[in-house]
């Protein structure tokens, strides 16, 4: 029985007279790719002509670059907030050198940050398993605390600004994690789209595409535990997008200390590839669906970012992705998928 997920893509070609080239015609392909859940598109371009720059981590040690940070272990008891009593007993919620504290500039009623480690800077290797499970562990069982109480939004997420070009308003690694009435245009096209999957096909899109995708192979790079992990389709970032899909997880109430530690093993594989890649900075989210439904399964995006250069520190988000929402991508999902796959081997 042929898969009701369709992949479809529009290739096409510019033609002009190449200076490189003495002026001779030269034709470049680019691709347009249609979501198969969303049905929405992206550009794939410019290949090659974005490479990663590698940050010196050394400089953001440096006193005066670092300035005032509130998350370092000197100060951050007494220039940190609390939670009320009856959100989080003491104020705050603590495992090992992950701290959980409330968001100064909150998303929506419940929002927090977590600090991830004790140490201002953070190279890839240095996020390692045990502070990465400690510090999602604390988002989860807060998000799971504050799930049932009267009001509370009804979108669990988890997020992550890794490094400068990420966006993160401190380099000291945190992560945010709030309910919301309002989880983004993203998460709710997805959730949406989902439920219109399920309704028309009575069968799981998530689980689909786990299953479709391994049965291709070129954007499957494996599994870990009960997650599966893979390059999208349709990648939200320039240099990628790589994705964990956990089939079975409709809810955070669903998501267990077991799916906590199958997500960091495969983060930390997909670590060594940014490693490799001379990759230093990225975006994450983790999105929960709603309670007491079975078509929107738990799943976890992380997508590189970069200066396009590191003399202007040009960001790579641009009129494409501002005003026309559109993503671009200069790299191959399939090519991505060949050089992240190994990691999981």
């Known amino acids: 029985m042929a898969s009701p997920i369709n992949f479809e893509i529009r290739e096409g070609k510019g033609t002009f007279l190449d200076p490189r080239k003495g002026f001779e015609p030269f034709s470049e392909t680019f691709q347009v790719r249609i979501d198969p859940l969303t049905g929405r598109t992206g550009h794939l371009s410019h290949f090659g002509a974005i490479k990663p720059q590698k940050l010196d981590l050394d400089l953001y040690r440096r006193p005066e670059i670092k300035g005032f940070c509130p998350f370092c272990p000197d100060i951050r008891e007494k220039v940190t907030p609390k939670f009320p009593e009856d959100v989080i007993p003491g104020g705050r919620a603590k495992r090992n050198e992950a701290l959980l504290i409330p968001n100064l500039y909150p998303y929506d009623v419940y929002s927090g940050v977590i600090i991830m480690s004790d140490d201002h800077v953070v190279s890839l ?64 096209d997805e959730l949406r789209a989902s439920e219109s999957f399920y309704s028309d096909h009575r069968t799981n899109y998530w689980r689909e595409l786990v299953e479709e995708e391994a049965g291709i192979g070129k954007r499957y790079m494996g599994s870990v535990g009960s997650s599966h992990w893979l390059v999208s389709f349709v990648s939200l970032g320039v240099l990628g997008e790589i994705m964990c899909v956990f089939p079975e997880v409709f809810s955070i109430e669903d998501f267990t200390e077991t799916h906590i530690q199958d997500l960091v093993s495969g983060l930390v594989k997909t670590f060594s590839y940014f490693q490799a890649s001379d990759i230093s900075s990225f975006n994450t989210s983790l999105f929960f ?55 999981f081997d």
């Open 125 to 188: 290797d240095g996020l390692t398993e045990r502070r990465l499970v400690d510090t999602v562990s604390l988002g989860v069982e807060f998000l799971k605390n504050v799930n049932g109480r009267n009001g509370a939004p009804p979108y669990p997420v988890i997020t992550w600004n890794y490094m400068p070009p990420s966006g993160g308003g401190l380099v000291h690694p945190h992560q945010q994690c709030f309910a919301t009435s309002y989880p983004g245009n993203q998460y709710t």
């Open 289 to 343: 669906g709603p309670t007491e439904q079975k078509y929107f399964s738990t799943h976890f995006r992380i997508i590189p970012r970069t200066f396009l250069n590191m003399r202007d520190f040009a960001p790579d988000p641009n009129f494409l992705q501002m005003f026309l929402a559109e993503p671009v991508s200069v790299v191959m999902p399939e090519d991505v998928c060949t050089a992240a796959k190994r990691y």
